[in-house]
């Protein structure tokens, strides 16, 4: 019997590429997002610690050891795969695009730039989040103010303020601004 191919780490040809690939194919990310960047790191940490010294390889198997294991006891999913497929493949069968949905259309698209939509769409549409975050964001006022200032016309140059030493009111917003943050 033919033994298989055998990689530089003294592994089958392929398995890195394949545990990167299974750690999206079968690892419900939502539960465990911490196993995609793992096992990536990992393989990379795998080929660059490589040693061709027997004594020496064990580092590159202990690695992929804990890439196997933290993939063997996180929650599974398909889900991922079957997106794509379900979506990527009835593209390419069935040339049938994902319709985008009318939210979706706002200032930071053609379409929704052509049908007229800004800013306030942006904010009442296209930048609700669900499901909503649990806590509460202390910069969404003081970031639609700015944003409404710009496209009114407002300063747009960065540093503006640091050009302007008699902006004493401008400062002291800024480090109003800054307090209420400490606090």
Not at 32 to 55: G, M, S, T
Not at 94 to 112: I, K, M, N
Request: charged share 25%.
């Amino acid at each position: 019997m033919n033994s298989p191919p055998v990689s530089l780490l003294g592994l089958p040809h392929g398995l890195l590429n394949r545990l990167e690939v299974t750690s999206h194919e079968d690892i419900d990310c939502h539960q465990a997002p911490h196993v995609v960047p793992f096992v990536n790191i990992c393989c990379r940490q795998a080929k660059e610690w490589y040693d061709a010294d027997l004594e020496k390889i064990g580092r590159a198997r202990m690695i992929i050891g804990n890439a196997i294991r933290i993939m063997a006891r996180a929650l599974k999913s398909r889900m991922g795969d079957h997106f794509q497929a379900a979506v990527g493949l009835r593209n390419l069968l069935e040339y049938e695009a994902p319709e985008v949905p009318d939210f979706a259309l706002d200032r930071h698209t053609q379409r929704g730039r052509r049908m007229g939509r800004g800013l306030a769409h942006f904010r009442t549409d296209g930048a609700v989040l669900v499901p909503e975050p649990a806590t509460d964001n202390p910069y969404v006022e003081e970031a639609y103010r700015l944003w409404n200032l710009r496209q009114s016309g407002g300063q747009l140059e960065l540093g503006a303020a640091a050009k302007k030493p008699d902006d004493s009111a401008g400062e002291s917003r800024q480090l109003e601004l800054c307090q209420n943050q400490l606090d």
